[in-house]
C-alpha cells in the first residue's frame, strides 16, 4: 500500500509517536524472594513505610494486596485516635482561641512590635480619648446647662447625675426645712425642664 503523501513539506503531528523501547530492557524482576516474574505492580511496602514502594508480579501484587490489614496490631483506642485524627489529615489541631494564648516566641520573650510610628498602640492610658458629640445649643439650654452647673458638653448620663444630686441637695427633706433652698430648688427643677423639653436627655 502507498504511503500516504503530506499535503506540506513535511508531516505536521500534535504529539510526536513514543520512541521504541526494547521490551527486554523493561523487565523489573518482582521483589518477592525467590520469584523470577516480572515486577510491573507497585505495591506499598509497610504501614510504617507508606512512602516506599515494592514491585511485585501480578500473584504476588495481589496475595500483598489481600493479606493487606493497615489496623494490624492496634487496639481498639489507637484504631479510634487513628479515625479522630484522619478528619483533619493528622494534622494537630487546637481549641478555637487557644493557640495564641500559648504561642512562644521562638526567639525568647514575649511578642513585641517596634512601632515606631504609633500604628499599632493600643494601651488604654495613651490611645486617644473618644470626641464628645459636637451638637448646637440654644440659649435656653446654654443657660439650662449653666443652672445645673454643667459644661455645654455635658452627656445625658451627666445632666441626669447633676440633677439627682441638685435635688437631693436643695430638697427641704433633706436640708432640715430650710427654706432658702427653695428658690434654687425651682430653679434647678425648671432647668432641667427646659432640657427634658428640648430632648438633651431622651
Known sequence: MPQAKPRFKRDIRIKPDAPKVDPSTR??????PGCEG???FKVTRSRDRLGEYIWLCLDHARAHNESWDFFAGMDENAIEAFRNDALTGHRPTWPLGKRAARMQNPFGGGFSVDDGHGHFENDAETAPQPRRPERTLTRLQMQA?????????????EIKARYKELVKRFHPDANGGDRGAEERLKQVIK????????RLTS
Open 27 to 32: 523487565l523489573r524482576p518482582c521483589d518477592h
Open 38 to 40: 516480572e515486577g510491573a
Open 145 to 157: 446647662l449653666d443652672q445645673l452647673q454643667l459644661a455645654h458638653t455635658a452627656t445625658l448620663l
Open 191 to 198: 432647668a432641667y425642664g427646659v432640657l427634658r423639653a428640648t
